[in-house]
C-alpha cells in the first residue's frame, strides 16, 4: 500500500472513532461522567438514569431491560428530590430531550397555600432582607411573580469564584428576561470585599448585599429583624436555589454547577409558567 493511501485509511480510522465518542447525559459532573463510560462497558441489561441537578443512577447484569431501567431509576431516586427519567437502556439512548427542561416540579395552588418554610423542594423559601444591586432594602417576598436564582457565595471560597464567570453567562443570556431575578448574597464577608473582587474580574452580575459583618458573621438577616444560620440555608459554599413567582423551591445545588449554560432553558420554562 502507498503511503498516501496508508495515512488516508489511518485518518479514516481515527476521525470514525473520534465520533463514535459517547455524547454524555446533561448536568452530569465529572465523577457522573466517569460512572456513565463506566456503564458503557458493562453487560446488558443495563440501564442508567438521570435527574435535574446532575444526580444519576445505573444497574447492569440484570434479568431484563425493564428491571434494569426500574433499579436505575431507583439509585437514582434515592439521591435527589428531582423526578429522575432514562437516559440509556442497553445499547439505545431513550432520553426525551424536549421534555428535560419542563422536570421542575409545578406544585398545584393547593399545595403552594399549604406551604411551609424551609429550603426543601416544594417549600416556602426563608424570607431573607437584603439590600439589592442599588442598595435599596428588599426582602425575597417582595420578588414574588418572578423566578429567582437565589445564589450564595464568598470572595473567599476558592469555587465560588470558579463559577461566577458560568455564572454571568447565564445571567446575560437571560438578560432578556424581565421575570428573572438574580440574587446573589455573599457569606462570611462585608459586601465591599464581595464586590471588590468581582470588580477586579469583570463580573458585572446584580450582586446583593446579606448584611454580613465579616467573617464572624455566620447568619443570614430574615425580613421582620430575625436571623438564620447560614449553614441552615447553605451547608457549604457555593450554594444556589432556584425559586418559583410564588416563593416555592423548585431546585437546589450545594457546591458549583458544572455547566450554567444548561439550566437556561429550565429557567426559561420555569419563567414562563402561569398560576391563577
Known amino acids: 500500500m502507498k503511503r498516501s493511501a496508508f495515512l488516508l485509511v489511518l485518518l479514516t480510522a481515527v476521525a470514525g472513532t ?3 465518542a459517547p455524547i454524555v447525559p446533561p ?9 456513565y463510560r463506566e456503564f458503557l462497558e458493562a ?7 438521570i435527574a435535574p441537578g446532575g444526580a444519576w443512577g445505573w444497574a447492569s447484569a440484570e434479568p431484563s431491560a425493564r428491571a434494569a431501567e426500574e433499579k436505575a431509576l431507583a439509585i437514582c431516586q434515592g439521591q435527589t428530590e428531582q423526578r429522575c427519567v432514562s437516559y440509556a437502556v442497553d445499547e439505545k ?3 426525551d430531550a424536549t421534555s428535560w427542561p419542563r422536570l421542575w416540579p409545578n406544585a ?3 399545595q403552594a397555600k399549604r406551604a411551609k418554610s424551609g429550603k426543601a423542594l416544594g417549600q416556602r423559601m426563608h424570607d431573607l432582607a437584603f439590600r439589592d444591586a442599588q442598595g435599596q432594602p428588599r426582602q425575597l417576598s417582595s420578588m414574588r411573580g418572578k423566578v429567582v436564582v437565589l445564589h ?8 465560588c469564584r470558579r463559577e461566577m464567570p458560568d455564572l454571568q453567562k447565564v445571567g446575560q443570556a437571560l438578560a ?12 462570611r464577608e462585608k459586601f465591599e470585599v464581595s464586590r471588590q473582587w468581582a470588580q477586579r474580574q469583570n463580573i458585572e452580575l446584580p450582586l446583593a448585599d446579606s448584611g454580613s459583618a465579616g467573617e464572624e458573621d455566620a447568619g443570614f438577616r430574615l425580613a421582620g429583624g430575625g436571623r438564620i444560620a447560614d449553614r441552615e440555608i447553605a451547608s457549604r459554599f457555593p450554594t444556589t ?6 416563593g416555592l423551591v423548585l431546585f437546589s445545588h450545594v457546591g458549583p454547577i458544572p455547566d450554567w449554560s444548561q439550566y437556561e432553558a429550565f429557567l426559561r420554562d420555569a419563567a414562563g409558567r402561569r398560576f391563577p
Do not use: M, N
Not at 453487560?43 to 438514569?49: C, G, I, T
Open 93 to 95: 439512548t431513550v432520553f
Open 152 to 159: 450564595f457565595w464568598g470572595a473567599w471560597c476558592p469555587p
Open 18 to 20: 473520534a465520533s463514535a
Open 176 to 187: 432578556d428576561r424581565a421575570d428573572v431575578a438574580f440574587v446573589i448574597l455573599q457569606a
Open 241 to 246: 436555589y432556584v425559586i418559583d413567582q410564588r
Open 43 to 49: 453487560p446488558d441489561h443495563r440501564a442508567f438514569a
Open 27 to 35: 448536568h452530569l459532573g465529572p465523577p457522573g461522567q466517569d460512572e
Open 108 to 110: 398545584s395552588a393547593a
